[in-house]
């Protein structure tokens, strides 16, 4: 499962260990294959390098035939939240459907 993409590498859950030392091809539903290296891998997750940058808007909108779950933004960005005349620092961390 797909967690987390950029143009230059992604994360996956994983429910099995990976095979070392082998090249990796990610075979998306659309047909479209990509070259990958695997540069970490603990607890059921790992991460990997596009062996090419990829076209991440291509990426994104790939279609198949199984649902896809909705795109998570990953953010950091500082706030403030106040309640009640009560005010506090706070930080959105990722925003989801």
């Not at 290296?37 to 991440?56: H, L, M, P, S």
Request: glycine letters at 8%; a negative charge.
């Amino acid at each position: 499962m797909i967690r987390d993409v950029s143009s230059t590498g992604l994360s996956t859950r994983n429910f099995h260990a990976l095979p070392n030392g082998r090249p990796v091809k990610l075979a998306l539903q659309s047909g479209d294959y990509h070259e990958i290296e695997k540069v970490w891998e603990r607890e059921g997750a790992a991460g990997f390098r596009f062996a090419e940058e990829i076209d991440i808007v291509r990426f994104m909108s790939e279609q198949g035939n199984h649902p896809k779950r909705p795109v998570r933004l990953n953010l950091q960005i500082p706030v403030v939240a106040a309640y009640c005349g009560e005010a506090s620092e706070a930080k959105i961390l990722d925003i989801s459907q």
